[in-house]
């Protein structure tokens, strides 16, 4: 089985940087997709970004469209997240997690329930 771990959270104040990271180890997946989730008090988790196994397509959700960035070093088996100009309602729990199934062959779902394998969660939060 494929294990994650999410290291880099914090507290930073509102414009400030954070860059979390995501190690897989174990029995990796060869093809599928990485994102990372995030979630909020009294929320539902939401997928934030999205990265194909293999590939270099990506996809975020709308609110950190221009403020994100995806990334993936296939030789280190890790997947980050460049988080930038960030704002109080980032703040949440985010976690990394992995899909062995493409949409279309192509495309990572977005949808939590297609994410088989999670990390423990790193706390992000943004002061104002």
């Known amino acids: 089985q494929v294990q994650l771990a999410e290291s880099g959270g914090g507290s930073v104040q509102a414009g400030g940087s954070l860059r979390l990271s995501c190690l897989a180890s174990g029995h990796t997946y060869s093809r599928g997709c990485m994102g990372w989730f995030r979630q909020a008090p009294g929320k539902e988790r939401e997928g934030v970004a999205f990265i194909v196994i293999g590939g270099d397509r990506t996809d975020y959700t709308d609110s950190v469209k221009g403020r994100f960035t995806i990334s993936r070093d296939k030789n280190e088996n890790t997947v980050d997240l460049q988080m930038n100009n960030l704002r109080p309602e980032d703040t949440a729990i985010y976690y990394c997690?992995?899909?062995?199934?493409?949409?279309?062959?192509?495309?990572?779902?977005?949808?939590?329930?297609?994410?088989?394998?999670w990390g423990q969660g790193t706390q992000v939060t943004v002061s104002s």
């Open positions: 997690a992995v899909s062995p199934q493409l949409f279309g062959g192509s495309w990572c779902y977005t949808s939590r329930q297609r994410y088989d394998r």
